[in-house]
């Protein structure tokens, strides 16, 4: 069963936690201030009535009416304060109204045994505490429209340095190894990005070296064994004619060529080499090749152009991508060129889909349907020298007629070169093209 996931940036998970965080905050601080702002206007309330029946009573035993609405023996008054009262303790009462509105109760006793009590509806108080309330609820929301602003701030700086360090350890992924992540974060500010970016770096540096020293031994070895096999190819010639003589010489040729070939990758891989330039006409040059070197193929021009690139190398890219479909592939072989492009296609069972996914790849000849010989260093050869020529190399299947066949096999490979509009120059960068405005 697949499990379903949410992808969210990490701008938004900081805005939101900020957010929530705020939003907490506020609505506990807007409790507690409402809270305390009631109880202290009840309070003040209770005093403010206690002091006026106070007032009140001592006018009614001079012999006066109760004002303000006082009265004497009330039938409303609360009976846990009627019996305070006649205890002889003064007291105030909160009662809530059906209005949601406060009302104050004070009670005190008089000489002749009876009871004073006055009463009011404090509104004032209930729309101040609404006021504060109003007020208390735009500050919450400020405070967490504040919150995620500012989390977008932060989470939007730390969210470009991580975008900024995954774009330059994909280019270290892709074979720059010129690009730092550490100079691609920058900023002034130091912080886990950084450690990252360092980690990443000194990963970068540690597998480049290790690299660099396989290439070496990979060319060491190579480089030793040309003697020897140089040897036993001319004590192969001094054979006796006959069948064990053949395979001798047979195998020993493989070998020469396999040891070039691995010296040839090893040179591509330092990227030592350099294109020694000719302006050539890629269609007149690409048949005359093709035609040495397959004959049966097939050649159509579409587009002739004249191209600046090393023929050697270009010829070195087409010899191994005819012969590479000469040797996986089926018949016919067509070479179209198009302006700057060549396509060599066959009609094979086509490329194994790890080639197609990860690119050539040395000693790995891919699946069994294109494989059965050789040692899968003809397309990283080509590959390598497209590279010297600023050029692309592409690879993909052709389905049959309405699809693909039962087994889901491909009905042909295509290798298709692009040769750039610029190429590099004889230093291995690329001319500064200044556009006109």
């Not at 070039?260 to 040179?267: I, K, Y």
């Not at 790890?354 to 990283?380: K, M, N, Y």
């Not at 042909?412 to 750039?420: D, K, Q």
């Amino acid at each position: 069963m697949r499990r379903f996931t949410l992808r969210t940036g990490i701008r938004w998970k900081i805005t939101l936690a900020i957010a929530a965080v705020g939003a907490l905050v506020a609505v506990a601080l807007s409790l507690v201030v409402h809270s305390a702002a009631r109880v202290s206007m009840l309070e003040s309330a209770r005093e403010a009535q206690l002091a006026n029946v106070n007032v009140i009573a001592r006018f009614v035993e001079a012999g006066r009416k109760p004002a303000l609405g006082a009265k004497v023996n009330d039938p409303e008054l609360p009976g846990a304060l009627r019996e305070k009262a006649r205890s002889g303790r003064r007291g105030t009462y909160i009662q809530e109204s059906k209005k949601g509105v406060p009302e104050v109760w004070a009670a005190v006793p008089l000489g002749n045994g009876q009871v004073l009590s006055l009463h009011n509806e404090f509104k004032e108080s209930a729309n101040m505490v609404r006021d504060l309330d109003r007020a208390l609820v735009v500050g919450s929301i400020s405070v967490v429209v504040a919150g995620a602003a500012l989390g977008v701030l932060i989470g939007g700086q730390i969210s470009r340095r991580l975008r900024k360090a995954a774009a330059a350890a994909q280019r270290v992924a892709h074979g720059d190894p010129d690009v730092r992540v550490r100079d691609a974060v920058g900023g002034v500010v130091r912080d886990e990005t950084d450690d990252l970016a360092r980690a990443v770096d000194a990963m970068a540096d540690a597998l480049q070296q290790r690299l660099e020293a396989e290439r070496r031994v990979t060319a060491d070895i190579a480089h030793e064994l040309r003697t020897p096999v140089t040897g036993l190819l001319t004590a192969a010639e001094l054979l006796p004619p006959g069948r064990p003589t053949e395979l001798v010489r047979d195998r020993a040729q493989a070998m020469r060529a396999l040891v070039e070939d691995v010296l040839e990758v090893a040179r591509l891989d330092s990227a030592s080499e350099r294109a020694e330039l000719q302006d050539v006409a890629l269609g007149e040059f690409v048949s005359r090749r093709v035609t040495a070197l397959m004959p049966e193929a097939t050649v159509r021009v579409v587009a002739d152009e004249i191209v600046s690139t090393d023929p050697r190398r270009l010829e070195r890219i087409l010899g191994n991508l005819l012969a590479n479909a000469a040797r996986y592939g089926q018949p016919p072989v067509q070479v179209d060129i198009e302006g700057r492009v060549v396509r060599v296609r066959d009609y094979g069972p086509g490329f194994p889909e790890a080639l197609l996914r990860e690119g050539p790849s040395r000693f790995r000849t891919g699946s069994t349907d294109r494989a059965g010989v050789g040692h899968g260093l003809g397309l990283t050869i080509a590959e390598g020298q497209a590279r010297v020529l600023g050029a692309r190399l592409t690879f993909r299947n052709v389905a049959a007629p309405g699809g693909a066949d039962r087994e889901g096999a491909a009905a042909g490979a295509v290798a298709v070169l692009w040769l750039p509009e610029h190429a590099p120059t004889a230093t291995g960068s690329f001319p500064v093209i200044k556009l006109s405005k």
